[in-house]
């Protein structure tokens, strides 16, 4: 069973720009959910993918967005990158949406917004 | 407004000491509540998953309790070890959406 993974690791982007994060989920899962991580504090929901559809939103703006692809990967695109992007994105994935299912936690990506 | 408390911020004890780590949360009608382990810099590993009809989850040396009623949940840690130290989440799903909602976690280091 392969885990969740992420892409890429660490990225240094400059204010203003675009940037996309990948993430593959477990095998098997269909639903995605994306976090921020700022520095000291805990995961914040931005939002959630279930069978390519967006399914909730955390208090993030417009210029957050994302896609879910047919095999449930996923990526976060961001526009128009502000100083306090700087975070660790976290994707999880689970078996499904309409429950409380476990979620599973990607390794992250180190987003540093100059 | 949904929210989940950790306390303490941080703590420090000795290797061998038994130690409890406390979240609290502010709507009782939750569907599940989730410990996580982060290590600097790393991504969250689940320790222990309790669903709602739950009263207690044990792994090892790990021992998680629920108390809706009372909004608290606790993570008791037996004999702990100096590669216990790690930031320790709490996070609950109050939506059964599958979606998080985390504290800030307790700083936890085991000195040698």
């Known amino acids: 069973e392969t885990g969740v993974t992420q892409s890429p690791t660490h990225l240094i982007k400059t204010r203003g720009q675009q940037v996309t994060l990948r993430c593959s989920s477990q095998?098997?899962?269909?639903?995605v959910s994306w976090y921020q991580q700022a520095l000291g504090q805990g995961p914040q929901f931005i939002f959630q993918?279930?069978?390519?559809?967006?399914?909730g939103r955390g208090n993030f703006p417009p210029r957050f967005s994302g896609l879910q692809f047919p095999n449930y990967s996923s990526e976060l695109n961001v526009n128009a990158l502000e100083l306090d992007d700087s975070a660790l994105y976290l994707c999880?994935?689970?078996?499904?949406?309409?429950?409380?299912?476990?979620?599973?936690f990607g390794p992250g990506t180190r987003l540093t917004v100059t | 407004k949904q929210e989940v408390t950790q306390i303490p911020a941080a703590l420090s004890v000795p290797e061998g000491e038994n130690l409890v780590l406390n979240c609290s949360f502010t709507d009782s009608a939750i569907y599940n509540l989730q410990w996580f382990r982060q290590d600097p810099g790393k991504g969250l590993t689940s320790l222990l998953l309790?669903?709602?009809?739950?009263r207690e989850q044990t792994s090892g040396r790990l021992n998680a309790s629920l108390d809706k009623s009372s909004g608290r949940s606790t993570l008791y840690i037996a004999a702990s070890q100096p590669g216990d130290s790690a930031t320790y989440l709490c996070?609950?799903?109050?939506?059964?959406?599958?979606?998080?909602?985390f504290g800030e976690g307790t700083q936890l280091t085991v000195n040698p």
């Open positions: 996070a609950v799903d109050f939506t059964s959406g599958s979606r998080l909602t």
């Open positions: 993918y279930y069978r390519e559809e967006e399914n």
């Open positions: 309790i669903q709602s009809s739950q």
């Open positions: 999880a994935s689970s078996w499904g949406a309409a429950g409380p299912y476990e979620q599973y």
């Open positions: 095998s098997g899962h269909n639903t």
